[in-house]
């Protein structure tokens, strides 16, 4: 079956380090996607599993064979790449067959069969006759990934399969890809910079950096307990909030920003001195601040100034700073429901729960809590 491993792999081009030591097991029927910062080494690490480069180090296995040398015809993969270009000349039908082209023990009718039952699931039967230049950018796309899928690979490799097309199309697609994969049962490498791709498709998200693995899991788990700042970055949008400070005796004490920690983050935190505050936009509770005395405030809770307001409907992104020091930079940003209307100049009281609190050590950016 299409398990995949990837032990201690390696892969230099000359000083660059494109993947520094990555160890991943991707089950059979896994969906998973990769992210992480443009130059981390994603395409690289699809491009070793697909054939088309060679690790420096360490090994590939799928379905248990060892991959490393294997040209990419005799791995069982299919890929959707991006550049996904079909062959102009060729029909739609023509396109999809090709696919089949290498593969061995069809009929000519069965063959014929085959592209008729995959133009169907991708709704793209009454297009068999034309050329790609007759055809929209996502059929495009849907033709592509019939010239993959036809063949009933192990394991599909995708390198930002979706991001020609706009969104609504990108919606459709990303819903057709999810089904599709359901219904083949094919284990699924998806690289990506969309964040509602990889939340929404994935069974496990791999995020990279530097061309190190992160941390890996489940999307949910990653957004509620990333391993470190830089996950805990990455993925949510919009981005965590992170405030710089220091523990004291069990309270933090940034710019402006003082936070008592409750019981159990100060257990986590006691012995590291210098902090991060991360807390993530959506977490921020932001009510006005009108008829406030300062001095009834909880420990949790703090007057702010709205900077800007930016207006997505049925959300608003507030910026927000210091209220007595209004000119200067934001320091948190919050995300409030469409109907809670704020306006800029206003001051507001912010509370953060405990619970919604991380903290990170501000030298190795390793989540403490
Ligand atoms: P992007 O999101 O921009 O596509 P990526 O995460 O896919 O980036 P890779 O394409 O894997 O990143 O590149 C990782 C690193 O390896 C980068 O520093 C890149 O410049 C380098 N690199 C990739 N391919 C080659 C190559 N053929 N020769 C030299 N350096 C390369």
Redesign the pocket.
Known sequence: MGRISIEHMTKR??E?V?VDDLSLEIADSEFLVLV?P????????LRCLAGLETPTEGDIYIAGDHMNYRVPQNRDIAMVFQDYALYPHMTVRQNIRFGLEEEEGYTKAERNDRVEQIAGTLGISDLLDRKPDELSGGQQQRVALGRAIVRDPEVFLMDEPLSNLDAKLRADMRTELQQLQNEFDVTTVY?T?NQTEAMTMSDRIAVMND?ELQQVGPPLELYHEPANRFVAGFIGEPMMNFVEGRNEDGTFVGTYVEYPFDGDIRQSVQGTDDVVLGVRPEDLEVESAEGTDPADLGGHEFLMNVSVVEPHGDQNVLHLNHPEDTDEEDLLHALTSGTNIFEAGETVVVSIDPNDVHVFDARTGDALH
């Open positions: 081009f000359g660059t494109a992480g443009s130059g981390c080494g994603k395409s690289t690490t690289v910079h061309g």
